[in-house]
């Protein structure tokens, strides 16, 4: 990765955006992961695991859009208390960091020592991204909020899931409230998806990672970087 030698020095606030799913690692490595821990926690049932794969199916084929798979999904947290549903949300990181691809910490830390503030956005749940943002040393993150009622998980989320058009909004309220209206710029934007092109045009550089073909076709109208990370 190249970086201008006076970045550091820009008056402007500098960021980098990292999409997570699918761009840090395998999107359906961390669906596995996910999986693998409800069922070893005795959450997912043969029953629920059929209404998952239903939903899944659902939503590959476009009965679904991506927002009602997911609230379907959540399903499954309805009713768990939000102490249990942290240390699953500490489980889920452990068994995801080894999966992180090594090229995706190295450019975590390159771009820090350029000058940018990284954070981690993504439409997963906050607190499961902000434990890997911690994890990363990534500056900060935005993630869709899982809505906590009396104590106990709800499949319902606080505000819009953090994914399309979203991502950019809520890096940009999130950057104007930081470091006030014109006093920062998207300097990188990464991500794996069609989902992430709202948020990778308006960065000044955009790099697609591991990209499905659909993004690789807009980066190569585009002229973005394409990257892969294993």
């Not at 049932?45 to 659902?58: E, P, Q, T, V, Y």
């Not at 989320?157 to 006030?180: C, N, Q």
Request: aromatic share 6%; net charge positive; glycine share 8%.
């Amino acid at each position: 990765m190249q970086q201008a030698t006076l970045e550091a020095y820009s008056p402007l606030a500098r960021i980098a955006a990292i999409d997570v799913d699918g761009t840090l690692y395998s999107e359906r490595a961390a669906q596995l992961a996910f999986l693998r821990l409800l069922r070893s926690s005795g959450l997912l049932g043969w029953a629920d695991l059929a209404r998952l794969a239903a939903i899944f199916l659902a939503h590959r084929c476009a009965l679904l859009d991506p927002d009602q798979a997911r609230r379907r999904g959540m399903a499954v947290l309805d009713g768990l208390p939000a102490s249990r549903a942290e240390l699953l949300a500490d489980q889920l990181v452990a068994a995801l960091l080894p999966r992180v691809a090594r090229e995706a910490r190295q450019e975590i830390a390159e771009l820090q020592r350029g000058g940018c503030r990284v954070l981690l956005v993504s439409a997963g749940l906050s607190m499961v991204v902000g434990r890997l943002a911690a994890a990363l040393d990534a500056d900060g993150y935005l993630a869709t909020e899982l809505a906590v009622v009396a104590g106990r998980c709800r499949a319902a989320f606080v505000g819009p899931v953090v994914e399309g058009p979203h991502k950019w909004s809520a890096l940009r309220s999130y950057a104007d409230r930081r470091f006030g209206a014109g006093g920062w710029q998207l300097a990188y934007a990464y991500g794996n998806s069609t989902n992430d092109l709202p948020l990778l045009a308006q960065a000044e550089q955009a790099v697609a990672v591991n990209a499905q073909r659909k993004l690789t076709h807009a980066a190569l109208r585009r002229g973005w970087r394409r990257v892969s990370w294993q």
